[in-house]
């Protein structure tokens, strides 16, 4: 009999329950202002359950069923849980299986209650990180946010979505989750028991609890994290990154200034060669290090025990202490902090004799990395670099949905092909994506002589008129400001955020760095400029499709009033109240987006997902007409 009694220190600060009721519930068809909702439950920790309600307008995942999941993701290859028949938690004691989800939704179609679709693998991109998107997610991306409104300054980890039937009842088994959980149940009933992660040191778990954080988040034997899920040593892996990409820029221009023969580039070069060559040293020993410490094992991250160390060897009717319970219905949602044991009993109603409709339960859930500061617009202050094989927070957000290293497009090469043709044949048409086809039509009989060229070159320059726009020249203005802001331009140097950029069609990208570390080229087809200071930005920021600036009123107003779509990156080791509170009210004003480096990528994905408004400057009527107001004379 394993023993139960643990030692371990219990830091948590949030809502614990003294005695068994049900939880807290938010009624309403309005959904509650973001602000409003992080202090009343993210900060305290505190779960609640909100009836017919949406996490962002955007959201249409309440819409699907299964003709509808079936046409636009039939062919997704997922996998499946078949469970054991007679087993009440059906939970991981099933055999999976490879199918597509076509197969999945015949086989609920037909009444079939032992498919079980749960947690995707999402996979990781060409840099080693986990993806933010599994399947069939990937492919039904535009019926939901990658960050809802009502969690939006809270850093995303996985999307899910969980399918299967169960007219009598099927358990989750009793467990925590290592993230904050927004669930939104869309077809079925679900059931939920909750228990305080304040009774994590005498909840039966097959792993042994050394830690409690503050936030909830609860380390195991074996694996020491910080509250945020990152390792301790987070921040040095952070500022070494940050020096290996510095003196791998340093290698490059010694070897271009040696190309050049300038002086002393060969003891530059020498240099820059020994440098980097012991920062690579550095990091080779310190993931030696880490893959030392991972043999010890981590059941919650990497699932090499038989049962992973944060379930439990019992269901909730044997454990003796208080807790929470609530029902969810379709249209309702479950915000569930990380750390909070809890078992899910999942059913749906029998299928009924007078209709054709088939009878499933169905959820999509959001899981987000816990904040560590009770703060809403900046809940999680510290860096998170990569943990144990996996990536924190800062690394899993720079690997948003369907990051694809951007290639030369064939239409790209026709129209450069067209465009030479007709610098060639018409020196007035410098620009074919700028000519109608009428005036293209009527200089094609004035070259009969050529006309197997022209033909092909004057096809290939209306496709690419009518397949690619114009968007081959946007830009992307990045602005830091007199101030130095090197975790910024840490970001914009990342190779994923400059691949976004391609995806999303920039290709020229400009960055005002000031005092900050230099900017770096990652990505094919993306022109990077650079300058540290300049007398003016309006011409930059005229020019700009896209800017990206700090948190300065004035930098910001500038891009408003040029109508520019903005994206207001906070500045953490400034801490200017003013400076925060201005992009955070201008952000609930739909005006802007308000991100942090660590989520640069997510906050890119953001202002396209998202329709801004349109900044309408105040006149001094206005303020007269306030005044008034105020003074009780209008």
């Known amino acids: 009999k394993r023993k139960r009694e643990r030692s371990a220190s219990n830091q948590y600060q949030g809502t614990t329950v003294e005695s068994t009721g049900p939880v807290i519930e938010e009624r309403g068809e309005k959904r509650p202002e973001a602000d409003t909702f992080f202090r009343k439950y993210v900060a305290e920790r505190t779960p609640v359950v909100l009836r017919k309600c949406v996490p962002d307008d955007a959201f249409r995942a309440n819409q699907w069923n299964l003709p509808r999941l079936k046409e636009k993701a039939g062919e997704v290859d997922v996998r499946v849980e078949l469970r054991t028949a007679g087993k009440e938690r059906g939970f991981g004691e099933g055999n999976f299986i490879h199918t597509n989800l076509a197969a999945l939704v015949d086989q609920l179609a037909a009444g079939e209650q032992k498919w079980y679709m749960t947690t995707q693998d999402a996979g990781e991109n060409d840099e080693g990180r986990p993806a933010l998107l599994g399947p069939p997610l990937n492919a039904l ?44 149940l869309l077809q079925g009933r679900k059931e939920f028991k909750l228990f305080s992660p304040n009774n994590a040191i005498v909840m039966p778990t097959y792993g042994d609890v050394v830690h409690i954080h503050p936030n909830g988040r609860i380390n195991y034997a074996g694996c020491p994290t910080r509250a945020d899920g990152a390792t301790l040593d987070a921040d040095e892996q952070w500022k070494a990154a940050c020096k290996q990409r510095k003196a791998e820029e340093e290698l490059a221009d010694a070897e271009k200034a040696l190309e050049q023969g300038k002086e002393g580039a060969e003891q530059r070069l020498a240099e820059a060669e020994q440098n980097l060559e012991s920062l690579l040293d550095e990091a080779l020993d310190q993931e030696a290090f880490s893959a030392g410490t991972d043999e010890e094992g981590d059941g919650t991250e990497i699932h090499t025990a038989k049962e992973p160390e944060h379930f439990c060897d019992r269901n909730s009717e ?309 005044i008034d107001v105020a003074m009780g004379f209008g």
């Open 318 to 626: 044997s454990i003796d202490l208080p807790y929470l319970h609530c029902t969810l219905h379709p249209g309702d949602m479950l915000y569930l902090p990380a750390g909070w044991f809890h078992e899910v009993y999942s059913s749906n109603p029998h299928r009924s004799a007078d209709t054709a409709e088939a009878s499933y339960h169905m959820a999509f859930n959001y899981w987000f990395h816990p904040p560590t500061q009770k703060n809403s617009t900046i809940p999680m202050k510290a860096r998170i670099g990569k943990r144990n094989g996996r990536s924190g927070a800062s690394v899993a957000l720079s690997n948003l949905i369907a990051l694809q290293r951007c290639e030369d497009s064939a239409f790209v090469t026709a129209g450069c092909v067209a465009a030479l043709a007709f610098c060639f044949l018409e020196p007035q048409l410098h620009s074919p994506q700028s000519v109608p086809f009428a005036t293209i039509s009527s200089h094609l009989h004035q070259w009969t002589g050529q006309a197997t060229l022209l033909l092909a070159c004057l096809h290939l320059s209306f496709v690419c008129t009518i397949l690619c726009p114009p968007t081959m020249t946007k830009r992307v203005l990045v602005t830091v400001g007199t101030t130095k802001f090197d975790a910024l331009i840490c970001a914009i140097n990342d190779a994923s955020f400059q691949f976004e950029l391609v995806r999303l069609g920039y290709h020229v990208l400009v960055v005002q760095h000031g005092r900050s570390a230099s900017v770096s080229k990652k990505a094919r087809n993306l022109e990077v400029q650079a300058f540290d200071y300049a007398a003016s930005m309006q011409e930059q920021v005229q020019m700009a499709d896209l800017v990206i600036s700090h948190a300065g009123a004035g930098s910001i107003f500038e891009a408003l009033r040029a109508h520019k779509k903005l994206v207001v990156v906070a500045n953490d080791t400034l801490m200017d109240d003013h400076q925060q509170e201005l992009a955070m009210e201008l952000a609930k004003r739909k005006l802007i987006v308000h991100g942090h480096p660590h989520a640069l990528l997510q906050s890119l994905q953001e202002a396209h997902v998202h329709e801004l408004l349109q900044y309408e400057p105040g006149t001094a009527e206005n303020i007269a007409k306030e």
């Open 141 to 184: 991306r535009e019926d939901f946010p990658l960050r809802p409104e009502l969690l939006r300054t809270l850093v995303p980890s996985t999307l899910n979505v969980w399918m299967g039937s169960s007219t009598t009842g099927t358990s989750s088994g009793l467990h925590h989750d290592q993230h904050d959980n927004l669930y939104c």
